[in-house]
Nanobody
């Protein structure tokens, strides 16, 4: 019933920008903490950013100052604005929704940053 669909991934040059979107359905979006995680080949999935139901944000040190997470509750959508991208940012990016009962994950979208 709950579905998270990421979009906006692709190929970008180092130093460039990309904006990811995650459209949520089947959940009380405004009540959930939303987040972005990423996983590179051969590495564990890692935290990127969170945004709470009260719009408080949190970022990993590796992306702080470069990435911005935001949400539009009217559109049931969370965004990840990525600036000054580096080859190390190359990964599959996953959208996450946390409720008091359960966590949900999207299918992921590939971001590739060329040097």
């Amino acid at each position: 019933q709950v579905q998270l669909v990421e979009s906006g991934g692709g190929l970008v040059q180092a130093g460039g920008s990309l904006k990811l979107s995650c459209a949520a359905s089947g959940t009380a979006f405004s009540r959930n903490r939303m987040g972005w995680y990423r996983q590179a080949p051969g590495k564990q999935r890692e935290f990127v950013a969170h945004i709470s139901r009260t719009f408080t944000t949190d970022y990993s040190d590796s992306v702080k100052g470069r990435f911005t997470i935001s949400r539009d509750n009217a559109k049931n959508t969370v965004y990840l604005e990525m600036n000054n991208l580096k080859p190390e940012d190359t990964a599959v990016y996953y959208c996450n929704a946390d409720s008091i009962f359960q966590s949900y994950w999207g299918q992921g979208t590939q971001v590739t940053v060329s040097s």
